[in-house]
């Protein structure tokens, strides 16, 4: 189900075909949530940004059960009326064991705030599930595609690359310091070095804009402190050093339960 909040982050136009398309998405498989990621979740979108919809899905029981593997549509890229859309979706189950070991991506997808749709009351009762799962394993994580995209930085200088170096390590720093994931770099001064407003004055004016080899120079090394805190974040970390056998109780036997009702649900 396509919801009616949060659309104000992307144009009208984008709106209308985001909907269109999610809409056609959604008579394909059941969404447990449609979020919205990329530089509308980071804080810095330009006119130009792709709409980057990720998503997770329930696959039917009977599937899950049966010899066929049950396998994810793949990450697609499509031009439609002149907005690029991105979208992928992950099932739950895979989802939920990634979130154990710490994958950034999952947990962004059922703790970000930009969820477009999706089934409401299951995201509600997955949310505290997921938080219970959260560790220091999620600096694995951030420090490590924080780190990857240093190298797409160092490749082809940018606002953008360095916004993403910036806001991955920014977010895992909070979520290590304070258990609370939030994926808006505006809304994590206390993890961004002097000067981020510049980046993202640049990056709004679009997708593309490059650096000048004297700003990218005086960039990098901030950009590699930002990494290193990352590391220096787990060891003070209020997060555990893994999820607890409860918490992952907990995830287990819930999951048990979404699947028993999705497959009574289809079996009526």
């Given at each position: 189900?396509?919801?009616?909040?949060?659309?104000d982050?992307?144009?009208?136009?984008?709106?209308?075909?985001?909907?269109?398309?999610?809409?056609?998405?959604?008579?394909?498989?059941?969404?447990?949530?449609?979020?919205?990621?990329?530089?509308h979740?980071?804080?810095?979108p330009?006119p130009?940004?792709?709409?980057?919809?990720?998503c997770?899905?329930?696959?039917?029981?009977?599937?899950?059960?049966?010899?066929a593997?049950?396998?994810?549509?793949?990450?697609?890229?499509?031009?439609?009326?002149?907005?690029e859309?991105?979208?992928?979706?992950?099932?739950?189950?895979?989802v939920?064991?990634?979130?154990?070991?710490?994958?950034?991506?999952?947990?962004?997808?059922?703790?970000?705030?930009?969820?477009?749709?999706?089934?409401?009351?299951?995201?509600?009762?997955?949310?505290?599930?997921?938080?219970?799962?959260?560790s220091?394993?999620?600096?694995?994580?951030?420090?490590?595609?924080?780190?990857?995209q240093?190298?797409?930085?160092?490749?082809?200088?940018?606002?953008?690359?360095?916004?993403?170096?910036?806001?991955?390590?920014?977010?895992?720093?909070?979520?290590?310091?304070?258990?609370e994931?939030?994926?808006?770099?505006?809304r994590?001064?206390?993890?961004?070095?002097?000067?981020?407003?510049?980046?993202?004055?640049?990056?709004?004016?679009?997708?593309?804009?490059?650096?000048?080899?004297?700003?990218?120079?005086?960039?990098?090394?901030?950009?590699?402190?930002?990494?290193?805190?990352?590391?220096?974040?787990?060891?003070d970390?209020?997060?555990?050093d893994?999820?607890?056998?409860?918490?992952?109780?907990?995830?287990?036997?819930?999951l048990?339960?979404?699947?028993?009702?999705?497959?009574?649900?289809?079996?009526?």
């Amino acid at each position: 189900m396509i919801w009616d909040d949060r659309w104000d982050v992307v144009t009208p136009h984008q709106a209308a075909v985001a909907r269109a398309y999610l809409g056609e998405q959604d008579r394909r498989r059941r969404h447990l949530v449609i979020y919205l990621s990329g530089a509308h979740a980071y804080g810095f979108p330009s006119p130009d940004s792709d709409l980057d919809l990720k998503c997770v899905h329930l696959a039917p029981t009977g599937d899950l059960v049966g010899l066929a593997p049950v396998d994810d549509p793949g990450d697609g890229v499509e031009i439609i009326d002149g907005v690029e859309v991105d979208y992928g979706s992950n099932e739950l189950g895979p989802v939920l064991r990634g979130c154990i070991k710490g994958n950034g991506n999952y947990l962004e997808r059922l703790l970000g705030e930009l969820a477009l749709g999706g089934d409401r009351e299951l995201l509600a009762e997955a949310r505290p599930i997921v938080t219970a799962l959260l560790s220091r394993r999620v600096a694995r994580h951030y420090g490590g595609f924080a780190a990857s995209q240093l190298r797409a930085f160092d490749e082809r200088p940018s606002a953008k690359r360095a916004l993403y170096v910036l806001r991955t390590a920014a977010t895992g720093r909070h979520l290590l310091a304070t258990g609370e994931l939030v994926t808006d770099l505006r809304r994590l001064p206390a993890y961004a070095p002097p000067g981020v407003d510049q980046l993202m004055t640049i990056k709004q004016r679009g997708e593309r804009e490059p650096l000048t080899p004297a700003d990218a120079a005086a960039w990098r090394d901030r950009l590699v402190a930002a990494i290193a805190a990352v590391d220096v974040a787990a060891t003070d970390s209020v997060l555990p050093d893994e999820p607890t056998a409860t918490a992952i109780t907990a995830a287990d036997h819930w999951l048990r339960r979404v699947r028993r009702a999705y497959f009574d649900r289809a079996a009526t």
